[in-house]
T-cell receptor, first 117, second 111 residues
């Protein structure tokens, strides 16, 4: 069985602070993919990143960065110099290799990020 | 390129009725997946269709069904609605395996 844990239910920061969202996963698959999605109040899930299990290189995209550590089964997400527009619920998700292929995301419970002025 | 579209955006039904939700994937995408989001259970996978065939299925009762058409558009149907079916239903499309792009969702309220 696969499981994604986002222990932080809610985080509040002041604008321009850095914030890290934690994600810990469990899977028996040797090949799998990890994702981060952002869900603003409008409800649509916005794709942020996909990482495969063989690529542990950290990634930076503008103010966003991701730290993937297989040894601790973690895939953490950092927002540098947060802005009010970053306020949203952030989901970490996992997709393993399925018999017959395809997609099936297992989501964490999400972290509500509130960025205040 | 147009994103994933879902219709209707909001729906109110009563218990016992049935409902059909529609999803149009990104042009060229052949995989369509459906997810249910509720405050209590979070985001849960319903099923995935690829080339008009159900490729994967989650743990939902048979009241939840779906289909995909030759143009990759997909519909999901819920029969004999229960109060607990009230949720945001999200559709996602992808080329095959890979990044899944989500639509805005259909918010279903069952009274």
């Amino acid at each position: 069985a696969q499981k994604v844990t986002q222990a932080q239910t809610e985080i509040s920061v002041v604008e321009k602070e850095d914030v890290t969202l934690d994600c810990v996963y469990e899977t028996r698959d040797t090949t799998y993919y990890l994702f981060w999605y952002k869900q603003p109040p409008s409800g649509e899930l916005v794709f942020l990143i996909r990482r495969n299990s063989f690529d542990e290189q950290n990634e930076i995209s503008g103010r966003y960065s991701w730290n993937f550590q297989k040894s601790t089964s973690s895939f953490n997400f950092t927002i540098t110099a947060s802005q009010v527009v970053d306020s949203a619920v952030y989901f970490c998700a996992l997709s393993g290799r399925l018999t017959g292929g395809g997609n099936k995301l297992t989501f964490g419970t999400g972290t509500q990020l509130k960025v205040e002025l | 390129k147009a994103g994933v579209t879902q219709t209707p955006r909001y729906l109110i039904k009563t218990r016992g009725q049935q409902v059909t939700l529609s999803c149009s994937p990104i042009s060229g995408h052949r995989s369509v997946s459906w997810y249910q989001q509720t405050p209590g259970q979070g985001l849960q996978f319903l099923f995935e269709y690829f080339s008009e065939t159900q490729r994967n299925k989650g743990n939902f009762p048979g009241r939840f069904s779906g289909r995909q058409f030759s143009n990759s558009r997909s519909e999901m149907n819920v029969s004999t609605l229960e109060l607990g079916d009230s949720a945001l239903y999200l559709c996602a499309s992808s080329l095959d395996e890979g990044e899944q792009f989500f639509g805005p969702g259909t918010r279903l309220t069952v009274l």
